[in-house]
């Protein structure tokens, strides 16, 4: 079994700042990957950022230079550094984790609001 903890959404201005944490635990070998998700009100959700084992970062073009990805020392915790937060990034923000098994987990999710 694996668990993901997600913390640090809330409630923000636009032009501010967020740092979310995604924690796992549990029965962890070998992870592939890590990454957020997110999903607005009626709309389906989207990748927003990932992180390989070996460091390599993406990124949906919406958030390109304003969100950053990190993995220190390629632990079992991941964060999403935003940055100049806007409207629409308003939604609920998931961790995923995929081991080099194929088994992929999902957190149980962190709201994050954007007032403008």
């Known amino acids: 079994q694996v668990q993901l903890v997600e913390s640090g959404g809330g409630l923000v201005q636009a032009g501010g700042s967020l740092r979310l944490s995604c924690a796992a635990s549990g029965s962890i070998f070998s992870i592939r990957n890590m990454g957020w998700y997110r999903q607005a009100p009626g709309k389906q959700r989207e990748l927003v950022a990932s992180i390989t084992s070996g460091g390599y970062t993406s990124y949906t073009d919406s958030v390109k230079g304003r969100f950053t990805i990190s993995r220190p020392d390629a632990k079992n915790t991941a964060y999403l550094q935003m940055n100049s937060l806007k409207p629409e990034d308003t939604a609920v923000y998931y961790c995923?984790?995929?081991?080099?098994?194929?088994?992929?987990?999902w957190g149980q999710g962190t709201k994050v609001t954007v007032s403008s």
């Open positions: 995923n984790l995929e081991l080099v098994l194929g088994n992929g987990y």
